[in-house]
């Protein structure tokens, strides 16, 4: 049976790029304890799907990535600008679970 190596989690829950996103649904499977085929089938997608969002790769539909950020309990959000800076602020304030 393989270990699963939990990834160590982004310092800030802001996504830049789809690498940052790609590390941030890696960090929520591995801290699942999920293998990347076990987390494919859970969020209906095929592991290579998860593996190119894992690694920041483009080319994937906008629908599955909903499904992949909800199967592992993850929401997307969108905030403007203006008030990103205070919702980052009151993340830092929160202890981490």
Do not use: F
């Amino acid at each position: 049976m393989r270990t699963i190596v939990v990834t160590p989690p982004l310092s800030t829950p802001e996504v830049k790029t789809l690498g940052d996103l790609g590390r941030h649904v890696r960090h929520r499977r591995t801290k699942s304890g999920l293998r990347i085929d076990d987390a494919a089938a859970l969020c209906g997608v095929a592991s290579g799907s998860m593996s190119k969002l894992e690694n920041g790769q483009v080319g994937m539909s906008t629908d599955k990535l909903l499904r992949i950020l909800d199967g592992l309990g993850l929401v997307l959000m969108v905030v403007s600008r203006e008030d990103v800076g205070e919702l980052l602020a009151s993340h830092r304030e929160t202890p981490s679970k």
